[in-house]
């Protein structure tokens, strides 16, 4: 048999194996564009528009975009999410000093949403609270009757002492009748200050309730709850008719 024709099968199989190499190399090719065709598809498109008009887009965070907003585009170029610009320390902390201010004040809105709320519940209607200012007085008069009726008592309890002081004239009183009349004295004087604080503790309590009235009033009649802002009085006389 001649060398010609041996060669023949040879090259036959030469060929069936460099269609396989590049039968794997294609395939290897192919799992290497799927795996970053997954993985762009799962980081997201980072896209930016620069000042020149240019639109750049990148499978990651675009440099030449870190001082302007980046768009985040899911595989379709619906928009997933925006990559705000980076910041310095100082923009840092002046955007974190904001952000701090902007939920304080919205936290300030949901509280007086929320005393709003409690004040209506508490009060559906003018009655109500007219029974709350009511009972809110009515405490604060009882102390008043008891601290007149207190000195009453000691001006009972000093009439006695006076007319023992009638045997003294022009003569000093016996320490122990001095201490006497003193502690009657600082006993009524005690008792006057409490009533002259109770009458102040109407007087709040009345302006209080007043501007709660003027305040149910416009929130009855369809005024936003949260709208009207803080009252004046630091305490509402909700609270004090409990």
Not at 63 to 82: H, P, Y
Not at 96 to 121: C, G, I, W, Y
Request: one cysteine or more.
């Amino acid at each position: 048999m001649s060398a010609s024709v041996l060669a023949l099968p040879m090259l036959h199989m030469n060929s069936i194996l460099v269609s396989g190499l590049i039968f794997m190399c294609a395939c290897a090719v192919n799992a290497q564009a799927l795996a970053q065709s997954s993985s762009v598809k799962a980081a997201g498109i980072y896209s930016c528009t620069l000042p020149d008009g240019r639109r750049l887009t990148s499978d990651r965070p675009i440099a030449e975009c870190t001082a302007r907003e980046q768009r985040i585009l899911n595989a379709d170029g619906s928009q997933r999410a925006v990559l705000p610009p980076f910041l310095s320390p100082e923009e840092r902390a002046a955007q974190e000093a904001k952000e701090r201010r902007l939920a304080a004040e919205q936290s300030a809105r949901n509280d007086a949403v929320r005393r709003d709320r409690n004040l209506m519940m508490r009060f559906p209607n003018a009655q109500m609270h007219q029974q709350a200012r009511t009972l809110a007085l009515d405490d604060v008069m009882k102390g008043i009757e008891i601290s007149e009726r207190r000195i009453k008592e000691l001006a009972q309890e000093r009439k006695p002492l006076l007319d023992e002081t009638e045997f003294y004239k022009g003569k000093a009183l016996p320490p122990k009748l001095k201490q006497q009349l003193d502690r009657n004295d600082a006993a009524a004087l005690a008792q006057q200050q409490l009533i002259g604080n109770s009458r102040a503790e109407m007087v709040r309590i009345n302006a209080r309730y007043d501007e709660e009235l003027a305040r149910l009033k416009r929130l009855w009649s369809g005024t936003a709850p949260g709208s009207l802002g803080a009252m004046s009085t630091q305490d509402s006389a909700a609270s004090s008719a409990r």
